[in-house]
């Protein structure tokens, strides 16, 4: 018999597949299927996904391309199906999109059925357009929408080329827009050979390392328990021991799989290639696909695989490593598997070490994180009366 999770079970749908109304120059899906998921298909997943939860609460992930090319009505009978065979669950929705498509009726049926929205957008016009062409004025218009009908939205930006050298500019225009939950992703293209050269829309380790200081300095002398960065929420948890809500930040992964339009099963978001294909729901149940022995192998690889530079360092318990899409560099011992980011991250937890302490002491004692402020603030007044 397999043993159950220990923690929530998740699958993201792909009711779209890789179609877009966009083209972003740094996309990874583009190349990949783009089925649309049937309603007979909907209705088998529905019901496997929901057997297949071990805890009381359930999360439907609806992601693309672009989810918004479905009509309302798949929404609609997406929900009827969540009804009729998750009784006695608390489900919740979320989706990501580009924001383009939303319209009054889009936010009217987001709300009256709570779900949460997360916006793609790169920042103000000319960063955002650099590499997702003239979409950011049909994009504002979408956040407006959103916060007309009150829908609960976060933004989720990459950091790439051409905006990983205004991190403070960034940082504030989401602060100016009323974003009140943001997630950074940085961009990272593989290169297509070994000790190649990434993709000319990625953000380097070193310019990595420098927003992600510039954006906390930020961050922790306004915004602690205001604005809610995924980032240093995670940072945190993990200064903590506990979850760190994220994947990539996590000792493992492996509880997360995404299943495609065709019914196919896959390892991770990122791991769509036939070898991490688990099979697909038409035979075989999400159960013993998320339960089987290579799905756990999978997950268990984020800790095997970690090269010696990463064991000795005084940062695993921080980052563990990242994503393992992101490990293609060479540690300076030569062995292969090295987070190509990594420089940025280790110049990040030397910035923050003194005020991850802090805080992770705040929580131990029942107080607020958000304490870090007025402690910063008088640590500057003392420095200048020194």
Known sequence: ?????????YVMLK???????LACQYCYYQE????????????????????????????????????????????KKALELQRRYGQGL?????????????????????????????????????????????????VMRGISLLQKYDVQWNAMAT?????????????????????????????VIPPPVPEGNVGKTSVSPAQWGHFLCAVYDEWVQHDVGKLFVQLFDATLANWTGTPPGICSMAPTCGHAAI???????????????????????????ITSMLYSERQQQFGQQKRDALPRQC????????????????????????????????????QF?????????????????????ANIIAHKDKSLKNNKAK
Request: aromatic letters at 14%.
């Open 259 to 285: 299943m495609e339009a065709d019914g196919s099963v896959y390892s991770c978001d990122h791991f769509v290639f036939p070898e991490y294909r688990l099979g697909n729901i038409r035979q075989h149940t």
């Open 1 to 9: 018999m397999i043993a159950p999770f220990a923690r929530p079970l």
């Open 32 to 75: 990949k299927g783009n089925t649309l998921l049937s309603e007979k298909l909907l209705e088998e997943f529905t019901r496997q996904y929901l057997e297949a939860q071990t805890m009381p609460q359930v999360l439907f992930t609806w992601h693309g391309g672009e989810p918004l090319l479905r009509p309302l009505s798949f929404y």
């Open 159 to 187: 950091v790439n080329a051409a905006n990983a050298e205004h991190p403070v500019e960034l940082y504030r225009f989401f602060h100016h827009i009323g974003c009140e939950f943001l997630q950074f992703t940085p961009i």
């Open 311 to 346: 064991r000795e360092c005084r940062f695993l318990f921080a980052c563990h490593g990242e994503c393992p899409k992101n490990r293609f560099t060479a540690d300076r011992y030569g062995n292969y598997g090295l987070n190509y980011l990594c420089e940025g991250y280790h």
């Open 90 to 138: 608390q489900i919740d929705n979320c989706l990501q999109t580009n924001g383009t498509l939303l319209t009054d009726e889009w936010c009217q049926f987001l709300r009256d059925n709570n779900f949460l929205v997360g916006i793609s957008i790169d920042g103000p016009q000319y960063m955002h357009n650099s590499f997702r062409g003239t979409s950011w004025h049909d």
């Open 15 to 21: 009711p779209v597949g890789s179609r877009c109304n």
């Open 349 to 369: 937890f030397i910035h923050v070490a003194d005020d991850m302490d802090f805080m992770a002491n705040e929580l131990k004692a029942n107080r607020s994180p």
